[in-house]
């Protein structure tokens, strides 16, 4: 195979713009989308629970078969797996503008889960497929860049555009982008990369792995119900069965032997789940205190909790340069323990906390997670053959997915074991402040953990 510097057919830029572009909607669909729930709810007579399910379902699907896509990737091609995403992310999408009930809107969302699964198993792998050593980080850090500045930018635009167009808007707007991104990858990108091509696909692996991450992502999104905690660990004795017969399979569709022999690769994806764990429901804590607490609408509340995001896209992009310059895992490693700091200074929140120290807060909190993330991306598939790159990207895409589900989870049972079922009010508001100490500090004590595994085994790392 040509050396990847010198592939004479492969438009890096088209390449890098078609992933950043999808990198950036991704998020900005899916955070949109939440602004537009109650639109939606109006229009289609939905109930909490079956709005919980158009976010859930997409997610659900993503978790099922990110891991899956991404072998069928490495064995048959990265660049048609993401382009037949992109396609059917674009179909879905439409379908989703569409829908004329809530239950067709949540089947239309799992297959935007399925088509999603595709692009993010694959667009990371392409990238460094495609970029030398010495500009894989500026390259990804671009990437995670534009992940932050959709997130940022979600609540304003779908505000907006739920506001003055619609909700349909949304759907339809995304499916027109996906059109250009399909035409460039079809157009302008016409190398491929698989490097795994000939090996036989695990179907058995698979059909074990799918259910059992369903169900575990499921029983977590429900704690803490009795039926949850059950499905939870049917998902969780289904993925140890998982792992003792894949580490005896000759091809699996998850190389278990990553995670044994390769130690950079192992923590370096249990970083990534740590730092999600600890900090995804951040906003989801901090929007509910702003708005009980501090008494701020829900604009008003998204305002301030975009301070996190924009940090995070400026820094991600300065991080991602530098570590083609220096070693990752001192950045990466740096990241967690500023992310420490704003997790601990978020713990003392209260009721006469002032906006200028959450600001403060989420700023330290956004600066630590952008210097984390870039570097920590580039160690995980730097730690790997080329022939497992689509299946490392996939890995990382279900560490992020597992870990921000594992902190709702916490998040949910933290408020539930100090406020219980009853909704938030001026009765419980010392409860629910008690609950979030407790929360911030389950998250310092995370990310302290996650200091320690950013440095395990980065001595063995040769590829950066």
């Not at 909607?25 to 899916?30: A, F, T």
């Not at 109650?38 to 997610?59: D, H, N, Q, R, V």
């Not at 700091?341 to 330290?364: D, K, N, P, R, W």
């Not at 074991?417 to 909704?423: D, E, L, M, P, Q």
């Amino acid at each position: 195979m040509e050396h990847k510097n010198d592939i004479p057919q492969l438009n890096k830029t088209a390449l890098i713009a078609v992933t950043m572009l999808s990198n950036f909607m991704n998020p900005l669909m899916g955070s949109a989308v939440n602004i537009a729930l109650p639109k939606i709810s109006a229009e289609f007579s939905m109930g909490a629970i079956a709005l919980s399910w158009i976010t859930m379902s997409y997610l659900l699907a993503s978790a099922i078969f990110l891991v899956p896509f991404g072998k069928i990737a490495d064995i048959y091609g990265r660049r048609k797996v993401f382009f037949l995403g992109n396609l059917f992310f674009m179909l879905s999408t439409f379908l989703c503008s569409i829908s004329f009930n809530g239950m067709s809107l949540i089947v239309f969302r799992f297959l935007q889960g399925f088509a999603g699964a595709m692009m993010f198993s694959t667009s990371m792998a392409l990238v460094i497929s495609a970029f030398p050593l010495h500009e894989r980080g500026k390259a990804i850090g671009l990437n995670v860049s534009a992940v932050y500045i959709g997130l940022s930018l979600a609540p304003l635009l779908g505000g907006l555009f739920t506001e003055y167009m619609g909700w349909r808007s949304l759907f339809y707007i995304n499916a027109s982008v996906s059109v250009l991104i399909t035409a460039v990858i079809y157009f302008k990108i016409k190398y491929e990369w698989k490097e795994a091509e000939g090996e036989k696909f695990d179907f058995k692996g698979t059909i074990l792995y799918m259910p059992s991450i369903a169900a575990l992502m499921y029983g977590f999104s429900k704690l803490p119900q009795m039926y949850a905690i059950i499905i939870t660990l049917m998902g969780l004795f289904g993925l140890i069965a998982f792992v003792l017969i894949e580490i005896k399979h000759p091809n699996p569709v998850l190389n278990i032997k990553l995670f044994i022999q390769n130690k950079v690769f192992a923590s370096s994806n249990l970083s990534a789940f740590i730092n999600y764990a600890a900090t995804f429901a951040v906003g989801f804590i901090l929007s509910l205190y702003l708005q009980y607490v501090k008494g701020m609408s829900p604009k008003e509340a998204g305002m301030l909790l975009i301070t996190q995001p924009v940090l995070m896209a400026l820094v991600a992009a300065i991080a991602g340069r530098l570590s083609d310059k220096i070693k990752p895992n001192w950045l990466a490693s740096a990241g967690m323990a500023i992310s420490v700091a704003g997790l601990f200074m978020l713990s003392l929140i209260g009721l006469e906390t002032s906006q200028h120290y959450i600001i403060i807060s989420l700023a330290v909190l956004g600066l630590g997670f952008g210097l984390f993330s870039s570097p920590n991306t580039n160690m995980v598939m730097s730690s790997v053959e080329k022939k497992f790159y689509g299946i490392a990207s996939a890995t990382l895409g279900t560490m992020r997915t597992t870990g921000m589900m594992f902190s709702m989870a916490i998040a949910s049972l933290c408020v539930f074991w100090f406020v219980g079922k009853n909704t938030i009010n001026a009765t419980n508001i010392n409860a629910f402040i008690q609950s979030t100490h407790l929360i911030f500090i389950i998250f310092t004590g995370l990310c302290t953990l996650g200091v320690f595994t950013s440095f395990v085994g980065k001595k063995e790392l040769k590829n950066i």
